[in-house]
């Protein structure tokens, strides 16, 4: 593949064209993936998720002038929601971020979730894995914290941000459930807006509950608009970096991500050949049919499918 | 297996006039056909826009100007975009846009088409359907 050599010498435009290969399962994607492989592992991954609103670009904005004054290269994965309905979407996260647009350090995708087989995270993570072969330092995925997959997917990063806002006294009751539980660090942004101690106090207090050993996620007062208490944050950043590689949790963590990868690329490989096999073979009408009329229990008409396509089962 | 190929459009404001409305109206028609729509906002220098259009790997950028500075915005992304190997992608113009400097355009080769204002979104939605050609 010319492409992944073009990646290689540092293109640019490969990089942006193997994300769309790989985000649109392209048939070339698993030799794409292969020939990639040896390349990936070495960037440092950060999760940015959140209420809509919240701030996440403009917090990721922030971090990109941090981390280039620092260095590092960055990769930039923002992920907006696809209409259910229309399979469209308006991806607005690079608004906040295009005074970095032409800094050559800096790559910025927007990808929408889509909805496809496989999931999100699928893509998220396969669209990691380029700009990690690319050589970006660090990649930095923001996601909407709302769907499952859009949590799992930060929260299978290194280090993953929540940031939350001093929206009104009852902020910390209504923050989502699954959420709580993967933030190693807190932001409380908009901290210009008033009650922001309280909200950094409240939260605090509920991380205090959990009494877990190790890590105590610290809860950074921010404004990102104004880029105060973002140096902080991206202190915290690389003191919980310290942490994990000097405990060894950096390698519990990855295996951790392996071994999801490979639940999920299974389920997707079987899926995806299954549904094949039985869309080129067989039409499912007739069952469907059969069901809806009550004729046959959908048990014995899943069974029979997949023994007209030979699935050992 | 390959999933239906989404196309992607990168809509954009150059130049300094500070309305956007219209933009927005064609990137939600656009979204509500069933596309990827990436809006950058304001001011946008055709350096920022050429190189979004390449890391966000478009099928088609469009350009909302209302400043009149078309005839050198224009050319200007285009040839920015063809610097980037990306000459195949669609360049689509809305705006207050004189016949004469339409044909000056097209001419040129830097638009594929121009929208002037009042243009119905089906019409913009169906050109890049059928001018699109064959993604890979
Ligand atoms: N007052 C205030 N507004 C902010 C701050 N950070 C972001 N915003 C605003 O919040 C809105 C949403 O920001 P955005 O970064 O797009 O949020 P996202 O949806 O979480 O990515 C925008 O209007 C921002 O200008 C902040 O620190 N203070
Ligand atoms: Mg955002």
């Known amino acids: ?313 | 297996m390959s999933e239906k190929r989404k196309i992607r459009v990168l809509v954009a404001k150059p130049g300094l006039d500070g309305h956007d409305r219209g933009a927005k109206v064609v990137a939600r028609a656009l979204r509500d056909a069933g596309m990827e729509v990436i809006y950058t906002g304001l001011h946008q220098t055709p350096e920022q826009i050429a190189e979004t259009a390449l890391q966000e790997d478009v099928d088609v950028v469009g350009l909302s100007i209302l400043s009149g500075a078309h005839l050198t915005l224009v050319p200007q992304v285009k040839k920015l975009l063809r610097e980037r190997g990306m000459e195949e992608v669609l360049l689509l113009v809305g705006g207050i846009i004189p016949a004469e400097d339409e044909a000056v355009l097209k001419q040129e080769g830097a638009a594929d088409a121009v929208f002037t204002p009042g243009t119905a979104l089906e019409n913009i939605i169906s050109y890049i359907h059928e001018n699109i050609g064959q993604l890979p």
């Open chain 1, 1 to 313: 593949m010319e492409t992944v050599q073009e990646l290689m010498r540092g293109s640019r435009r490969a990089l942006a064209r193997l994300i769309t290969l790989v985000e649109n399962n392209d048939p070339r994607k698993e030799e794409i993936m292969e020939r990639l492989f040896p390349h990936t592992g070495k960037a440092y991954l950060i999760g940015i998720t959140g209420s809509p609103g919240a701030g996440k670009s403009s917090l990721v904005d922030r971090l990109l002038a941090e981390a280039r004054q620092n260095g590092s290269t960055v990769g930039v994965i923002a992920v907006d929601p696809t209409s259910p309905f229309t399979g469209g979407a308006i991806l607005g996260d690079r608004i906040r971020m295009q005074e970095h647009a032409l800094d050559s350090g800096i790559f910025i995708r927007s990808m929408g979730t889509r909805g496809s087989l496989g999931g999100l995270s699928r893509a998220a993570r396969e669209a990691v894995q380029v700009m990690d072969a690319f050589g970006k330092d660090l990649i930095i995925i923001e996601t909407v914290g709302v769907g499952q997959s859009e949590i799992d997917i930060v929260g299978t990063a290194d280090s993953t941000v929540v940031v939350l806002t001093p929206a009104g006294g009852d902020s910390v009751q209504t923050i989502k459930a699954g959420i709580m539980e993967i933030g190693d660090i807190f932001v409380v942004n908009k901290a210009d807006l008033g009650g922001s101690e309280r909200t950094v106090a409240e939260v605090s207090m509920m991380l205090d509950l959990k009494e877990e050993p190790g890590w105590r996620p610290p809860v950074l007062p921010v404004v990102a608009l104004r880029g105060e208490g973002v140096a902080a944050l991206w202190q915290a950043l690389m003191e919980h970096r310290r942490y994990l590689q000097s405990g060894g949790l950096f390698e519990s963590r990855r295996r951790e991500r392996a071994g999801r990868e490979l639940g999920e690329l299974v389920e997707f490989l079987v899926k995806s050949r299954v549904w094949e096999s039985i869309r080129t073979q067989i039409s499912l009408d007739e069952l469907i049919e059969a069901i809806a009329l009550r004729r046959q229990d959908p048990y014995s008409a899943a069974r029979e499918l997949l023994r007209r396509i030979n699935f050992p089962f």
